[in-house]
């Protein structure tokens, strides 16, 4: 099984040189502590600024540099500030090449539920809904069940939707899988110590299994 | 070019009751801090707020929904204030919320002089519900419509008294696209210089936008959430 720290490690390998890449809150912030040696990654932060950089050091915070999470950062040499049109400009205009964000459920083809839990959880949605709407290549990153045990990979979402038809790619604690054009889940890869058969159990909605599954390479 | 008044009273002067007010920032960061607490002060009630968030409790636009002024948010994410939230299960406060790029691009149609936007966000979700739907290049759009605000409330890092401003940082945000789409736009600034000493080809909003503008003072420029790294 992956920990959170695993499952951002493994998203970082699909992070490709020269791109420009979207990362979320939660699980998805670590991507970035994972970032192979040698490529060149820029991260946007929706709140306006290309280049961001790892936190500061203590006493060296600045109030008007912070991320989508609201946490101070730093930015980096090459960095660029904008306004929040321009930033979901070029959300919407696909220039930023990979998101990555978390999810509570995922359909099999593809629907994303990841910000409200009708009566609870009413925070809102924020960048999400213009992120999965508009990128090509979308990760998430996610827990394969919930905490009673029931599988978040469902035919159908129960949770209202952030979007619909745009996941590609999924990382949870137990595995690697595709979410296919015409529908399904296919397992790519399996988490260490990790066999297919719980990862049927897991998963609720169509998965396809073709030929020996390789665990993943840590 | 009369823009200049002395405070945040002054400048908030004819905000009436029922407005529809826009107020810059994203989190605590880049707020106007200065006119919210004028905005307190002179108690207006009734309001409908066009801001990404709603603050914390007793920071930002927090302070305002604690004295039960805001008749309506429209936000994208509401998440750090609690008395926000309590007061939107409980049915007290009207809530729209709205994807932030839709907010952003809402605020930004209405200073460009279009009437609407069409977006692929909130597509196949509760967001689209009631909207018209439109079929470009085989992809799906929602038509959403350019806000229409009384006033503009925007922070600013600098301007000059003709009402240019420059940002600093990612205090950004929101600010330069509320700042074009107010009937009447009001701005704080960190520091008010006079025409000639902001370079125009680094202004970020240009002065014809702003109506009122006036020097700030005291800004706390809370951190919302404090992250460092080890010193190794």
């Known amino acids: 099984m992956l920990d959170k720290e695993g499952i951002a490690k493994r998203i970082a390998k699909e992070i490709k040189d020269g791109y420009y890449v979207n990362l979320g809150i939660g699980i998805p912030t670590l991507v970035a502590n994972y970032i192979p040696d040698g490529i060149n990654v820029v991260l946007q932060s929706e709140n306006g600024l290309l280049g961001m950089g790892p936190f500061p050091f203590e006493g060296e915070e600045d109030p008007d540099t912070i991320n989508a999470g609201k946490q101070t950062i730093t930015t980096l040499p090459g960095s660029a500030i904008f306004d929040s049109a321009m930033s979901f400009g070029m959300i919407r205009a696909k220039k930023v090449n990979l998101t990555i964000l978390g999810a509570m459920e995922v359909s099999e083809n593809g629907d994303i539920a990841n910000w409200k839990i009708p009566g609870k959880m009413v925070k809102g949605m924020g960048g999400a809904m213009d992120l999965v709407a508009s990128a090509e290549n979308i990760i998430v990153a996610m827990q394969h069940v919930n905490k009673a045990g029931e599988s978040k990979l469902l035919p159908n979402c129960t949770l209202p939707l952030t979007g619909i038809n745009c996941v590609k790619k999924i990382v949870t604690e137990l595995a690697v899988l595709d979410v296919l054009p015409d529908g399904g889940f296919k397992l790519l890869e399996r988490a260490p110590g990790v066999s297919v058969e719980e990862i049927k159990l897991a998963t609720a909605g169509k998965l396809l299994i073709e030929g020996e599954i390789p665990e993943m390479d840590t | ?232």
């Open chain 2, 1 to 232: 070019m009369l823009k200049v008044v002395s405070n945040a009273d002054e400048a908030i002067r004819d905000i009436q009751d029922g407005m529809t007010l826009m107020l810059g920032g994203f989190g605590l960061c880049g707020l106007p801090e200065n006119c919210i607490a004028a905005l307190v002060k002179k108690k207006v009630t009734g309001l409908t707020c066009i801001s990404n968030n709603a603050g914390v409790d007793d920071f930002g636009i927090g302070l305002m929904l604690k004295q039960r002024q805001v008749k309506k948010m429209i936000s994208s994410y509401v998440g750090e204030n609690a008395e926000f939230e309590r007061q939107l299960l409980s049915g007290e406060l009207e809530v729209e919320l709205i994807p932030q790029g839709t907010l952003a691009t809402r605020c930004m149609a209405a200073g460009y002089g279009m009437p609407a936007i069409f977006t692929p966000a909130g597509i196949g979700t509760e967001v689209a519900e009631g909207k018209e739907v439109r079929n470009f290049n085989g992809k799906d759009y929602l038509m959403e419509m350019a806000f229409d605000a009384d006033f503009a409330i925007v922070k600013a890092w600098k301007g000059d008294r003709m009402g240019n401003l420059v940002y600093r940082s990612t205090a950004r945000n929101f600010n330069p696209v509320m700042a074009m789409a107010g009937r009447v736009t009001i701005a704080e600034v960190e520091e008010l210089v006079e025409p000639g000493d902001l370079d125009p080809d680094h202004v970020h909003t240009p002065g014809i936008y702003v109506h009122r503008i006036f020097q700030g003072v005291d800004y706390e420029k809370r951190i919302e959430q404090r992250t460092v790294r080890k010193n190794i």
